[in-house]
């Protein structure tokens, strides 16, 4: 159980398809993170909400767009995706990030939800 | 940009020792974590070094060396289910974001 919840945890869908990918945190963290992760590759950054404004986007096609109403949940919408999209997408959450005032060892630790396992055919 | 770089895959013996090594290149430097993550599952946190030296969590230590860009994860008294990815990140200056190494993939046999 690591507080944090990614629905659905498999998917298929075709280039043509609209989906969305729902990430919820349950840990009163304030950023939260997309992670794609393919084999043989580290996994890559791709957007990043700190107190649901967006941080980072990580040079990420435009058929990914993120969304994040409020801090506890965060989506991906995904749009006429490619077959080398197919990945592990993982979301994260942590306490927060970008306090240079904050030492606390922790402060920036990331909890992973189980992923989502897309395959686009 | 940043480098990090861990072996691809290990194999160990049930009751075994086992070393990880990472070693990494970034602009400045923010502290190290380590995670495992077990096939299909989420990665979980193990530890995170900042400053040199070792920390020890029960049978799961990790080492780090700022000036040689290098760590390891020690892993003792090895379980079957301690077969896992072990992912390295590290938090380059002026961020709070890792960025992740490729992972080794570590078997444990009996």
């Known amino acids: 159980e690591t507080g944090v919840t990614q629905t659905p945890r498999h998917l298929v869908m075709g280039m043509t398809n609209k989906k969305s990918l729902k990430c919820e945190q349950h840990?009163?963290?304030?950023?939260m993170y997309w992670y794609k992760q393919s084999a043989k590759k580290p996994l890559e950054l791709m957007f990043v909400?700190?107190?649901?404004?967006?941080?980072e986007n990580n040079s990420v096609p435009s058929r990914f767009s993120p969304e994040c109403p409020n801090s506890s949940h965060l989506f991906l919408h995904l749009h006429t995706l490619q077959p080398e999209d197919s990945a592990l997408y993982l979301c994260?959450?942590?306490?927060?990030?970008?306090?240079?005032?904050?030492?606390?060892?922790?402060?920036?630790?990331?909890?992973f939800g189980p992923g989502t396992r897309l395959t686009v055919l | 940009g940043q480098n990090i770089d861990q072996p691809t895959e290990m194999t160990a013996t049930e009751g075994a020792i086992v070393q990880i090594n990472c070693t990494y290149q970034?602009?400045?430097?923010?502290?190290l974590f380590w995670y495992q993550q077990h096939a299909g599952e989420a990665p979980t946190f193990l530890s995170y070094?900042?400053?040199?030296g070792l920390e020890e969590k029960g049978r799961f230590s990790s080492f780090l060396s700022r000036s040689k860009g290098y760590s390891y994860l020690l892993l003792k008294e090895l379980q079957m289910k301690d077969s896992a990815s072990y992912l390295c990140?590290?938090?380059?200056?002026?961020?709070?974001?890792?960025?992740f190494g490729r992972g080794t993939s570590l078997i444990v046999h009996p």
């Open positions: 990140a590290v938090t380059p200056g002026g961020s709070y974001i890792p960025t």
């Open positions: 070094n900042v400053l040199d």
């Open positions: 840990l009163g963290h304030n950023a």
């Open positions: 994260a959450s942590s306490p927060k990030t970008g306090s240079k005032q904050d030492s606390h060892v922790r402060a920036n630790t990331q909890y």
């Open positions: 970034t602009s400045g430097f923010n502290g």
């Open positions: 909400y700190n107190f649901k404004e967006q941080t």
